[in-house]
C-alpha cells in the first residue's frame, strides 16, 4: 500500500467567527492542511502519514484524535512531556488573512530530533512532502539530521515534494531563509513554489524565472503558483502556462496554496496529464477560498 507521508507542525488554530470578537478553535497547518485535503483526494489504497510532536497534554491528544478521526496515520506522531502545541489566530480583511502566532515551545520544533525515528517514518514511503515551514522550525543541527533522512529516503524511491512556503519571521535572516530553502530544492522531484513570495525574497522577475531556478537547483518538475493569475510548470525543461480557475469571492485564502498542493499531487500520482493535474489543484484550492478557516468540507 503506497504511504503519503507529511513531516511538518500541526497547530492549535483560532478562526474568527461572523460575531465580532469571537473564533473557533481547530487544528491546522501547512504540511498538515497538505495531509488533511490528500487523504481526500488520494485513491484509497493509499494511506497518508503524518510526523510531528506534541506534548502529552490534553489539547495535544484532542489533536492526534483529530488526525486519526480525519483518516491520518498518528503513528509517527512523537509525544514529549512538557512540551504543547503551537497556536495560531487568522485576522481576515476582504479575504486576505494575516496571523498571530505563539509557537516558541512548540513540541514540533524537536520533530527531528532522533535520526531513527525519521527513518522509521519514511521507510517505504512512497512520498515525502515537507515544506520551507517544516525547516524553518528545526534547531540547525535537526535540520541538517532532517535533510539527510529526506535524501535517504529519496535514494530508496521515495517521490520528495517540497512547497517553499516562505516565512522570514521564522528564520534569523533572509539570506539564511533563502539558502536553506534552495539547499532543501536540490533534493526535490517536485517544487511548489508561489511565485509573489519568490519575487519578494528572490528577486524573480517573472514566473519563468522562479522555474528555472528551482530547475537549475536540479528539481525536475516545477508548479509556479500564482495567486489568482496564471500558473506555471516546468518539466523538465518543457514550460507550459495554465489558466487560473475563476473565484466568484474570495472569503478566505487560508490554506489555499495547502489545497491546491493536496489536488494536484494526488492527480499526479495518479497518472493524470499535468495539465489535468494542475487543473484539479486549482478547482480545490477554489472551493477552499469559498470558506473559512483552513480545513473545509470538500468533495474530492
Not at 500541526?10 to 478562526?15: F, Y
Not at 498571530?100 to 512520498?127: C, I, K, N, P
Not at 493524470?272 to 477552499?288: F, I, K, S, T
Request: charged share 20%; proline share 5%; with cysteine.
Amino acid at each position: 500500500m503506497p504511504r503519503f507521508v507529511s513531516v511538518g507542525e500541526c497547530m492549535v488554530e483560532l478562526a474568527p467567527l461572523a460575531t465580532e470578537g469571537q473564533f473557533a478553535m481547530g487544528f491546522a497547518g501547512d504540511t498538515f492542511n497538505t495531509a488533511w485535503y490528500a487523504r481526500r483526494c488520494l485513491a484509497g489504497d493509499w494511506t497518508v502519514d503524518y510526523v510531528t510532536a506534541l506534548g502529552t497534554d490534553p489539547l495535544s491528544g484532542r489533536m492526534v484524535d483529530f488526525m486519526a478521526d480525519a483518516g491520518i496515520g498518528t503513528g509517527h506522531v512523537a509525544r514529549l512531556p512538557g512540551r504543547t502545541p503551537g497556536l495560531y489566530m487568522i485576522e481576515l480583511v476582504k479575504g486576505e488573512r494575516s496571523f498571530s502566532y505563539w509557537r516558541g515551545q512548540s513540541a514540533a520544533r524537536e520533530l527531528a530530533g532522533d535520526a531513527a525515528v525519521l527513518d522509521a517514518a519514511f521507510d517505504g514511503a512512497g512520498v515525502v512532502y515537507f515544506s520551507g515551514i517544516t525547516l524553518a522550525i528545526l534547531p540547525p543541527e535537526d535540520r541538517t539530521r532532517f535533510l539527510a533522512a529526506v535524501a535517504a529516503a529519496r535514494g530508496a524511491g521515495a517521490l520528495v515534494v517540497f512547497d517553499p512556503n516562505l516565512r522570514p519571521r521564522l528564520w534569523p535572516d533572509t539570506a539564511m531563509m533563502c539558502a536553506r530553502v534552495m539547499q532543501a530544492a536540490a533534493m526535490a522531484d517536485i517544487a511548489l513554489p508561489s511565485h509573489d513570495d519568490e519575487a519578494v525574497h528572490f528577486g524573480d522577475a517573472d514566473l519563468a524565472a522562479t522555474a528555472a531556478r528551482y530547475a537549475a537547483a536540479g528539481v525536475p518538475l516545477v508548479v509556479v503558483k500564482n495567486g489568482a493569475g496564471q500558473m506555471l510548470t516546468l518539466d523538465r525543461g518543457q514550460e507550459a502556462r495554465h489558466a487560473p480557475v475563476q473565484v466568484s469571492q474570495v472569503v478566505d485564502s487560508t490554506a489555499a496554496g495547502d489545497s491546491f498542493n493536496a489536488g494536484f499531487l494526488a492527480a499526479h500520482l495518479a497518472g493524470e496529464p499535468l495539465a489535468a493535474a494542475v487543473r484539479r489543484g486549482a478547482a480545490l484550492a477554489a472551493r477552499v477560498l469559498g470558506a473559512k478557516g483552513a480545513l473545509v468540507a470538500v468533495q474530492a
